[in-house]
């Protein structure tokens, strides 16, 4: 079978992309922790996770595009904006896609102050001045609404095989009740749209 092409690929290809018209609707969460091969302790660096998280529109605002340090001030500013109005009826967000970003440890070195050196593209631990690296967008084939109080699970597999590596991913949407709303299929299954060769 052969590689899809038009839309299909498209949308299951990831991006490596500097957001501009964008809004993170949370904090970042954990997915992989890679370790360097010779740390590694069998298996290899594939991984699997599932992620869920409450969107919230009042993070959009300070964490701007996902791109940059988070502004503290402007999310207490629209978190009081969004409070009044989730008072007032909510509302909720619709998700085009994923962005993936990293913190990565450089070196640590065993001093009195445990001194390390870190750079970091997450927000939250934003390095100033980082202009060499960007977040990978993964996107959605059709966008899905996230209601206010709903929540959002995201399932995302780093897969490889002897050549190539690749992602997977998917998302569910479920109401404040856990009722499944919406639910794309899996992109890019077997590294059909995208694969990087090792």
Known sequence: MGQPFGFLRAMETPYVVRTHSGSQTHGELECFKFVHP???EGGGNERFVRVEFRGDRSYGLGYGSGY???NEGMVEVAKGHEGKKRAEGGE????????????????????EDGEEERISIAPNSFSVGMFSWFPLFFPLRDPVFLPEGGVMGVSIWRVKDERNI????????????GRI???????NVNGRSYKVGL
Do not use: C, N
């Open 38 to 40: 010779r740390d590694l």
């Open 68 to 70: 940059g340090a988070v």
């Open 181 to 187: 709303l919406s639910k794309t299929p899996v992109h």
């Open 92 to 111: 909720g967000i619709v998700v085009h896609g994923l962005t993936g970003s990293f913190d990565s440890l450089l070196y640590k070195m065993e001093t």
């Open 166 to 177: 690749w992602y997977e991913w998917k998302v569910e949407v479920k109401d404040e009740d």
